[in-house]
């Protein structure tokens, strides 16, 4: 199987993650994936003290591996909301 513009998508995919998946003749061609997904840091950087200005954010990694910047107050273990089409942090879960 070729990697088209689907391939792209797979950095979202988790167990148990319902997609639809698109088909021409007997070919995949694309994924599509719901809008956002839930998925638990699993690492985060400490938040910088003094660090409070409005939109503040530091890096954490989530449970597929994904590298998204978060706000100072998530935590490892807490389970964040990602838009699957910017791959930016939503909301906590």
């Given at each position: 199987?070729?990697?088209?513009?689907?391939?792209?998508?797979?950095?979202?995919?988790?167990?148990?993650?319902?997609?639809?998946?698109?088909?021409?003749?007997?070919?995949?061609?694309?994924?599509?994936?719901?809008?956002?997904?839930?998925?638990?840091?699993?690492y985060t950087t400490d938040a910088v003290?003094?660090?409070?200005?409005?939109?503040?954010?530091?890096?954490?990694t989530l449970e597929n591996g994904l590298?998204?910047?978060?706000?100072?107050?998530?935590?490892?273990?807490?389970?964040?909301?990602?838009?699957?089409?910017?791959?930016?942090?939503?909301?906590?879960?």
């Amino acid at each position: 199987m070729r990697q088209g513009l689907w391939w792209k998508n797979k950095k979202y995919l988790k167990e148990n993650l319902e997609v639809e998946l698109v088909y021409f003749e007997s070919e995949l061609i694309g994924l599509n994936l719901p809008e956002k997904v839930e998925y638990k840091v699993t690492y985060t950087t400490d938040a910088v003290k003094g660090n409070t200005s409005t939109n503040a954010l530091k890096d954490a990694t989530l449970e597929n591996g994904l590298e998204v910047k978060v706000p100072l107050f998530i935590c490892e273990g807490d389970v964040v909301v990602i838009s699957t089409k910017d791959g930016k942090y939503v909301s906590r879960a």
